[in-house]
């Protein structure tokens, strides 16, 4: 029985890729480390906590003391590694905190990792979850592809391009078996009310304003997560040691198209009369350091390991809205308490 850590499995895509592989693979033992920060929620895992094959443990990647322990009591066979800081707004406010987790986590991780495996690395392996914000940001034409030169702009994505590198020195001066992909904008359930669509959802359905930054001309790929969860079982499984893959939605959309299409959709479900729900829309102040646009090339994952995403956009985002409207209970969970403080410094207060 082959025994993975999965960090960062009570988040949003974590917990897409926890279910995945608690649920395909009964014969793994599936141990989902989290720290439960304001964005892992254990109601993600709902339905598939009581698995034979499933335990979660709570605790934070930046205790080095904790997950070397961690790595000596479970003797992991591999790492798929997702925990971090993931969104740019609260790096903008709190940069130390994305250092911390996102760089210090990592190498730590690594370390513990190193330490447990250095006699048989071929055996096991360290999968990194990166982000396509690490290549910078593209004007009006290009893809961004496995070997674009890094140009980080916000401290969230500085952060992740910095364990991106400690995971590549890893293998390039220890030998680790690594391998790192670097995916676009994720949706679909489970996903927090911070980012875009699911504070779009939020908003519209309690009639409150949408926020949009600068004139809504910034472009994302966007993909569906249950697509990046089964392109990071794929590449979990079959990558070569050492190699990344980008992937993608081949899905790029305005903010202010994609939120007039959110608008249509949930005048639909809520039976408003069209055009009700994008009288919501307010332009706001931009985002400081704002990329204009992300874009990806996932060709190689596409011909080397067969993967390709299958859901179109709209019919994506309809399966989301449905998702946010039936799952009220989630929904008031998560934006009780903290959030609400959140909102007021982030869009009230600015
Ligand atoms: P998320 O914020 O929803 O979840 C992050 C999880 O990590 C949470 O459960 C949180 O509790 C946990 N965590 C945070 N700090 C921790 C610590 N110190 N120790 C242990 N656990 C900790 O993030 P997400 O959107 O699911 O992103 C997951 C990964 O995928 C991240 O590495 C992110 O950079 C990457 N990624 C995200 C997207 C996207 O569109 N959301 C796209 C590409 C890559
Ligand atoms: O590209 C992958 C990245 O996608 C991941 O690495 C990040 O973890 C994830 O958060 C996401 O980053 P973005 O900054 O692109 O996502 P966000 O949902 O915050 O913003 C999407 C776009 O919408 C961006 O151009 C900013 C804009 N926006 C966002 C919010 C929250 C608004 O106009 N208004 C808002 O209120």
């Known amino acids: 029985m082959k025994k993975i850590l999965i960090t960062g499995g009570a988040g949003f895509i974590g917990s897409h890729v926890v279910r995945l592989f608690v649920n395909k693979y009964p014969n793994y033992q599936i141990v989902n480390l ?3 920060t304001y964005a892992g929620n254990l109601a993600n895992l709902k339905d598939i906590e009581n698995q034979p094959n499933y335990k979660f443990i709570k605790g934070d990647i930046v205790d080095a003391a904790f997950i070397d322990q961690l ?29 911390m987790t996102n760089v210090i986590g990592t190498v730590n991780l690594l370390n513990s990792a190193r330490n447990q495996w250095k006699d048989n690395f071929s055996t096991h392996r ?7 914000e690490v290549y910078g940001s593209l004007g009006e034409t290009g893809l961004f592809t496995e070997t674009t030169g890094y140009d980080p702009h916000s401290p969230y994505s500085a952060s992740k391009a910095s364990s991106d590198h400690f995971v590549r020195a890893y293998h390039d001066t220890y030998g680790l078996n690594a391998v790192i992909s670097n995916c676009s904008n994720n949706y679909g359930s489970y996903h927090f009310p911070e980012k875009l669509i699911p504070l779009s959802i939020y908003n519209i359905k309690n009639n409150k304003s949408i926020p949009i ?11 569906w997560v249950e697509d990046h969860a089964r392109a990071i079982d794929l590449i979990y499984h079959n990558a070569k040691a050492g190699v990344t893959y980008n992937i993608g939605g081949h899905n790029e959309w305005t903010n202010i198209d994609l939120i007039h299409l959110l608008c249509k959709i949930m005048d639909k479900k809520l039976n408003r009369v069209e055009g009700e729900s994008a009288k919501l829309i307010t332009y706001v102040k931009d985002r400081a350091g704002h990329d204009l646009r992300y874009a990806i090339d996932s060709s190689k994952l596409q011909k080397e390991l067969g993967w390709t995403p299958s859901l179109q956009f709209e019919e994506g985002l309809e399966k989301t809205v449905d998702w946010y409207l039936t799952n009220e209970e989630w929904l008031n969970n998560v934006t009780s308490g903290d959030y609400k403080k959140y909102y007021q410094q982030q869009y009230v207060k600015r």
């Not at 790595?71 to 250092?99: M, Q």
């Not at 930054?213 to 993909?223: Q, S």
């Open 34 to 36: 989290d720290k439960l």
């Open 71 to 99: 790595f000596e009591e479970h003797k992991f066979d591999g790492v798929v590694h997702l925990a971090a800081e993931s969104h740019v707004d609260r790096s903008i406010t709190n940069p130390l905190e994305f250092v």
């Open 126 to 132: 360290f999968y990194h979850v990166s982000t396509d």
């Open 213 to 223: 930054y600068g004139k809504g001309e910034n472009i994302r790929d966007w993909l």
